[in-house]
T-cell receptor, first 111, second 113 residues
Framework: QKEVEQNSGPLSVPEGAIASLNCTYS??????FFWYRQYSGKSPELIMS????GDKEDGRFTAQLNKASQYVSLLIRDSQPSDSATYLC???????????FGAGTRLFVKA | KAGVTQTPRYLIKTRGQQVTLSCSPI?????VSWYQQTPGQGLQFLFE???????NKGNFPGRFSGRQFSNSRSEMNVSTLELGDSALYLC????????????FGQGTRLTVV
């Protein structure tokens, strides 16, 4: 079992729709969770961090965390073609001083 | 405030050679992590340094090594290069304290021929 799992996609949504990206993790003791966006040929860019159960909203982005289910999600409202990228879920291992990344989900937003 | 700086941006090396990559973290950040990114494997953790000490190491052969200097700048070295080492090498910096948000440099694209 991979430590951080994501559906590789591609996920295709029409412009203006809600894109839903999901991630599960295996280490129950993980405390910090992140979503990164990576455009083709570029380095990952941090877009959201979440540390406690529930929802966290930032503009068009909402991160959701359920530690009991070991599940993290990212919702992108009013999706734009510029949101087309690979979205990486990341989990920080408190005891191991390392952040583990999922393989990423490719999102395509069709104009 | 300057971001994370990686040099060089591109490298072409021959099998058997060695290479050294450099990473300067965000000012005030004391932790530097290195990752290898390939299309098939995604982002793989190499190692993490904090205050010149390696705190964790990923599952890579001993040909991959690193170090951190007193100014928090870090280098990673790959010896006896193999074709499979061709990848984007990324470094990320964090404060190293309770804030674990990591910020990436632009990466070094290494091609081994």
């Amino acid at each position: 079992q991979k430590e951080v799992e994501q559906n590789s996609g591609p996920l295709s949504v029409p412009e203006g729709a809600i894109a839903s990206l999901n991630c599960t993790y295996s280490d129950r003791g993980s405390q910090s969770f992140f979503w990164y966006r990576q455009y083709s040929g570029k380095s990952p860019e941090l877009i959201m961090s979440i540390y406690s159960n529930g929802d966290k909203e930032d503009g068009r982005f909402t991160a959701q965390l359920n530690k009991a289910s070991q599940y993290v999600s990212l919702l992108i409202r009013d999706s734009q073609p510029s949101d087309s990228a690979t979205y990486l879920c990341a989990v920080f291992h408190t005891g191991g001083f390392k952040t583990i990344f999922g393989a990423g989900t490719r999102l395509f937003v069709k104009a | 405030k300057a971001g994370v700086t990686q040099t060089p941006r591109y490298l072409i090396k021959t099998r058997g050679q060695q290479v050294t990559l450099s990473c300067s973290p965000i000012s005030g950040h004391r932790s530097v992590s290195w990752y290898q990114q390939t299309p098939g494997q995604g982002l793989q953790f190499l190692f993490e340094y904090f205050s010149e000490t390696q705190r964790n190491k990923g599952n890579f052969p001993g040909r991959f090594s690193g170090r951190q200097f007193s100014n928090s700048r870090s280098e990673m070295n790959v010896s006896t290069l193999e074709l499979g080492d061709s990848a984007l090498y990324l470094c990320a910096s964090t404060t190293g304290g309770g804030n674990t948000e990591a910020f990436f440099g632009q990466g070094t694209r290494l091609t081994v021929v």
